[in-house]
């Protein structure tokens, strides 16, 4: 069963608007939710995280997500777009209960292009 | 703080030779140890999960006797392509969890290793 789904496989938007990148979960329960970009040929960099305190999240470089219960919804936003932002950003879960061996669960990715 | 290095970076080998890829936590005690597979365009593929001392626990569909994983340290995981094929051709990323660094769930992410096989 698919944990996280990531809408949108490619996202493109101009430089200076509003980056808005969708991610939903399924879980029973509350899950923690995170964020990843992944730059050409290198490792995941955490962007933020939800671990069931306040529902919207901010993160570094300008990006925020809100953990949306009712809509099982933590899509991620950025209000102005900067060139480097391009990159790929996966959104993440780490189930409960059961999980114990902390597994995380990846969506299958956006690939965001900020056009000058 | 938190750093996960992989070694090496980039490699390529010749079919049916074998590789081997070094996960390390260099300023903390890694317990777990998680390796991932992306391929092209793709999301990450959780392949296994090693606990320090103990065998690894591989997801399903993963060839255990393919991908060797031995957690022998707290500090060093390493990932053996056995017989590589050109299909094993990815990125490997490695990933590290302490309950004495960060939350309980916190993963810290290497850079990735880049394997070719020709």
């Known amino acids: 069963a698919q944990s996280v789904t990531q809408l949108g496989s490619h996202v493109s938007v101009s430089e200076g608007a509003l980056v808005l990148l969708r991610c939903n979960y399924s879980?029973?329960?509350?899950?923690?939710l995170f964020w990843y970009v992944q730059y050409p040929n290198q490792g995941l960099q955490l962007l933020l995280k939800y671990t069931s305190a306040a529902t919207l999240v901010k993160g570094i470089n300008g990006f925020e997500a809100e953990f949306k219960k009712s809509e099982t919804s933590f899509h991620l936003t950025k209000p102005s777009a900067h060139m480097s932002d391009a990159a790929e950003y996966f959104c993440?879960?780490?189930?409960?209960?059961?999980?114990?061996?902390?597994?995380?669960?990846f969506g299958t990715g956006t690939s965001l292009t900020v056009i000058p | 703080g938190a750093v996960v290095s992989q070694h090496p970076s980039r490699v390529i080998c010749k079919s049916g030779t074998s590789v081997k890829i070094e996960c390390r936590s260099l300023?903390?005690?890694?317990?777990?140890m998680f390796w991932y597979r992306q391929f092209p365009k793709k999301s990450l593929m959780l392949m296994a999960t090693s606990n320090e001392g103990s065998k690894a626990t591989y997801e399903q569909g993963v060839e255990k006797d393919k991908f060797l994983i031995n957690h022998a340290s707290l500090t060093l995981s390493t990932l053996t392509v056995t017989s590589a094929h050109p299909e094993d051709s990815s990125f490997y990323i490695c990933?590290?969890?302490?309950?004495?660094?960060?939350?309980?769930?916190?993963?810290?992410f290497g850079p990735g290793t880049r394997l070719t096989v020709t």
């Open positions: 300023d903390f005690q890694a317990t777990t």
């Open positions: 993440a879960v780490r189930l409960f209960p059961g999980n114990t061996g902390n597994q995380f669960y």
């Open positions: 879980s029973s329960v509350p899950p923690y």
């Open positions: 990933s590290a969890r302490s309950p004495n660094r960060g939350q309980s769930y916190e993963q810290y």
